[in-house]
């Protein structure tokens, strides 16, 4: 299907483990970015790509990984997982241009016990 | 630091009833504004935008305006709908071109009661 999707929807795991959440996007957008969402706060941004092999970081990066090896996927892993992590992560995905709208996916409640 | 604060944080409304989100920004100088529709468990979904020179934009029974002097917008949502219950985000861009900067605010959710 068109668009851009997530898995898993929903994940529970255990602090320390690692974890990875996938975004797959199928618009050929160059730019990709995730976000967490929490309550009480706006969206923050993890990290961006602005094409494939190309990373930099947002907001608040730290304890979170990717890579981009297809322009299409952008995975985020958190090596070691805390609490603190628990949240609603979405992927956003835009064309050519920074100033476009971002399309964003239906996202990944992840729980952290 | 860049900031978007929204009022009210919640608000219930009848459906068939008008209202007005508000969205105030610190973010200056400024690229564009947009405004977000995110349902339940879903993803935010642009609502409209404008640019520092526009004033109002509408998209159906949502209108927005912009006074770009006090750095305020508003989102007046006309004859509300049950499908109209959703958080209602406020997004300001400033001009650097670096995929970082958007701010977003926290977000204002309305309920819609039949």
């Not at chain 1, 603190?84 to 992560?89: G, L, M, N």
């Not at chain 2, 468990?41 to 998209?59: A, D, Q, Y």
């Not at chain 2, 006090?70 to 219950?85: E, M, R, V």
Request: proline share 4%; hydrophobic share 30%.
């Amino acid at each position: 299907d068109a668009g851009i999707t997530q898995s898993p929807r929903y994940k529970i795991t255990e602090t320390g483990r690692q974890v990875t959440l996938m975004c797959h996007q199928t618009w050929s957008h160059s730019y990709m970015f995730w976000y967490r969402q929490d309550l009480g706060h706006g969206l923050r941004l993890i990290y961006y790509s602005a094409a494939a092999d190309i990373t930099d970081k947002g907001e608040v990066p730290d304890g979170y990984v990717v890579s981009r090896s297809k322009t299409e996927n952008f995975p985020l892993t958190l090596e070691s997982a805390t609490r603190s992590q628990t949240s609603v992560y979405f992927c956003a995905s835009t064309p050519r241009s920074s100033y476009n709208e971002q399309f964003f996916g239906p996202g990944t409640r992840l729980t952290v016990l | 630091k860049n900031q978007v604060e929204q009022s009210p944080q919640s608000l219930i409304i009848l459906e068939g009833k008008n209202c007005t989100l508000q969205c105030n920004y610190t973010v200056s100088p400024f690229s564009n504004l947009r405004w977000y529709k995110q349902d339940t468990g879903r993803g935010p979904v642009s609502l409209t935008i404008m640019t520092f020179s526009e004033n109002t934009k509408s998209n159906g029974r949502y209108t927005a305006t912009l006074d770009a002097d006090t750095k305020q917008s508003s989102l007046h949502i006309t004859a509300s709908q049950l499908s109209d219950s959703a958080s209602y985000i406020c997004v300001v861009r400033d001009p650097s071109g670096s995929a970082r900067q958007l701010t977003f605010g926290s977000g204002t959710q309305l309920t819609v009661l039949p």
